[in-house]
């Protein structure tokens, strides 16, 4: 969907539309809309594999959790295999509350984020143990981005013990101006991480 200024809700609840087979998902240019994809519509889309969304100015949130309970079902809430956010400038969660026991994301093998400027940090520690097939991770012009994975000191979870990606080749940081660390912890350096990966950069010019 494209091109709606006036759109501020994608989903209702009295909306017939069937979403348990929806594999592709792209929102562009709906500027009054606020949250793409809330608890009701997560706990349907089983099969989503690509998300795109682009150009929404005002969306703050991806996925709104607000409603799941954790260990509610988590083996339904895999999550999509790729994720693009671009020109979200006012993007600041992706996940309004950690998805921990409610969304494993274990799918997730891409993904890309430019322009979004507002946004602080992509990944909870806890997060970060079911990102196992995750190759792709390109984080592009976000002003405001201090740290990819955010410290989380009252879960009792350290980094070092999750910080692993078995599978990534490509990390790319472009531009991130406040970016201070990777992680706010110490890690193991002979993770498949530090072992594996294919391609790193960090550009700081403009």
Known sequence: M????NLENIWSDESPLGLSNLQFLEVSSCK???KVINCKTLVKLHKLHTLVVQSCVSVQEIFDL???SAYANIE???GPNTIHLTKLLGLRHI???NPRGIMRLHNLKEVHVDGCNNLRFMFFPSMV???AQ???LIIRDCKKMEVIIME????GIETSEILVFPVLANLVLVRLKSLTCFSCRKHNRRSPLWLKLILFRIIMAP
């Open 129 to 131: 143990q079911y990102l």
């Open 32 to 34: 009054s809309l606020s």
């Open 66 to 68: 607000d409603g799941l």
């Open 134 to 136: 995750l190759r792709h």
């Open 76 to 78: 339904t809430l895999s």
């Open 152 to 155: 989380e000191e009252w879960l």
């Open 2 to 5: 494209a091109g709606l200024p």
């Open 95 to 97: 996940w309004n509350k």
